[in-house]
């Protein structure tokens, strides 16, 4: 048995796992890489202008482009807000603003004793 108690299959089921998800990446990059070109390949054979291709591998290329810069954009604001977090742990507790002074408690509306008048 191993030291942390998990079995053979447990190693081998986390060993594929962790190889599954890159390796599928890979294979599903070089597949739309391969198929961009085809399709490019296909315009320009059929049209006997590679200035049809052109644009379309641009276009691609401006989609990949618009994606990956926004992702980008996201992971620096979200690292923007991981880092003011890690500023605010850093610091620690704050202390609690005292709580402001409240008003004299208000007029019941009913004189004192001395004033009234007895019916």
Same mark, same amino acid.
């Given at each position: 048995?191993?030291?942390?108690? *998990?079995?053979?299959?447990?190693?081998? %089921?986390?060993? @594929?796992?962790? =190889?599954?998800?890159?390796?599928?990446? #890979?294979?599903?990059?070089?597949?739309?890489?391969?198929?961009?070109? %085809? @399709?490019?390949?296909? @315009?320009?054979?059929?049209?006997?202008?590679?200035?049809?291709?052109?644009?379309?591998? *641009?276009?691609?290329?401006?989609? =990949? +482009?618009?994606? #990956?810069?926004?992702?980008?954009?996201?992971?620096?604001?979200?690292?923007?807000?991981?880092?003011?977090?890690?500023?605010?742990?850093?610091?620690?507790?704050?202390?609690?603003? +005292?709580?402001? %002074?409240?008003? &004299? &408690?208000?007029?019941?509306?009913?004189?004192? =004793?001395?004033?009234? @008048?007895?019916?």
């Amino acid at each position: 048995m191993n030291k942390d108690n *998990t079995s053979g299959v447990e190693t081998l %089921k986390s060993f @594929i796992g962790e =190889l599954a998800r890159p390796f599928a990446i #890979y294979v599903t990059s070089a597949a739309a890489a391969a198929a961009t070109v %085809k @399709i490019a390949w296909t @315009i320009a054979n059929k049209t006997d202008d590679f200035s049809a291709a052109a644009i379309f591998i *641009t276009a691609i290329f401006g989609g =990949l +482009a618009g994606l #990956y810069g926004f992702k980008a954009w996201e992971n620096r604001g979200n690292a923007k807000a991981d880092s003011a977090v890690g500023v605010a742990v850093a610091n620690g507790p704050q202390q609690a603003a +005292a709580p402001p %002074k409240s008003d &004299p &408690p208000a007029d019941d509306g009913e004189l004192p =004793l001395s004033e009234r @008048i007895d019916p």
